[in-house]
């Protein structure tokens, strides 16, 4: 019904840059927020960057100032530019979106697929 696909993960060396899309389809009526989080192997899955339908960010402590959260609401579509990256931001990263569904408009947090990025030293 709702579906969230994410494009843009790779391999990249050490101070390269990556940018990730996700969009969302489906039978959505609103969307509150849209972001990241990732997970590496082994660890918990840690915010990276959201953005609100109002176009309110926050980030994770460790990308401030590396990463730039962005949307275009008419494609219900996020972006993460992700530079300078480092070997410590390799994990997957996991598309979300806090929207509300039709035909009831009813609030759920959907996530996507996951996409890999690898950063290499």
């Known amino acids: 019904q709702v579906q969230l696909v994410e494009s843009g993960g790779g391999l990249v060396q050490a101070g390269g840059s990556l940018r990730l899309s996700c969009a969302a389809s489906g039978s959505i009526a609103s969307i509150d927020a849209m972001g990241w989080y990732r997970q590496a192997p082994g660890k918990q899955r840690d915010l990276v960057a959201g953005i609100t339908s109002s176009s309110s960010t926050n980030y994770a402590d460790s990308v401030k100032g590396r990463f730039t959260i962005s949307r275009d609401n008419a494609k219900n579509t996020v972006y993460l530019q992700m530079n300078s990256l480092k070997p410590e931001d390799t994990a997957v990263y996991y598309c979300?979106?806090?929207?509300?569904?039709?035909?009831?408009?009813?609030?759920?947090?959907?996530w996507g697929q996951g996409t890999q990025v690898t950063v290499s030293s």
């Open positions: 979300y979106a806090d929207l509300k569904s039709l035909p009831y408009r009813s609030y759920g947090h959907y």
